[in-house]
């Protein structure tokens, strides 16, 4: 099993930075595809980025290319989502996800695991 504990979320201005952080308390992190997806109010949740075991292979949602990074590392048991030219409409409640599988599969928010997620509120 693999328990996820996401932080770095906050309030940020327009065009600001930050980078959030999932902490995976599992025996076998280096085995799972990990994920980071959002949800804003009204909106149904989104895929956002998604990234392979080894980390040699993401995938991101148009919407954020270019703009967010995904990365891991495995020795510490993280996933991070580096966030740059934020935008208000990124506003939302993030959460990662993982699963023993593809991050193509991920993507599509097919996890067993998620975690409790951490809010990014980004002003205009």
């Known amino acids: 099993q693999v328990q996820l504990v996401e932080s770095g979320g906050g309030l940020v201005q327009a065009g600001g930075s930050l980078r959030l952080s999932c902490a995976a308390s599992?025996?076998?992190?280096?085995?799972?595809?990990m994920g980071w997806f959002r949800q804003a109010p009204g909106k149904e949740r989104e895929f956002v980025a998604a990234?392979?075991?080894?980390?040699?292979?993401?995938y991101y949602a148009d919407s954020v290319k270019g703009r967010f990074t995904i990365s891991r590392d495995n020795a510490k048991k993280t996933v991070y989502l580096q966030m740059n030219s934020l935008k208000p409409e990124d506003t939302a409640v993030y959460y990662c996800?993982?699963?023993?599988?593809?991050?193509?599969?991920?993507?599509?928010?097919?996890?067993?695991?998620w975690g409790q997620g951490t809010q990014v509120t980004v002003s205009s």
């Open positions: 599992g025996r076998t992190f280096s085995s799972y595809a």
């Open positions: 990234i392979s075991y080894t980390g040699s292979t993401t």
């Open positions: 996800a993982a699963d023993a599988s593809l991050p193509t599969i991920v993507a599509r928010g097919i996890c067993d695991y």
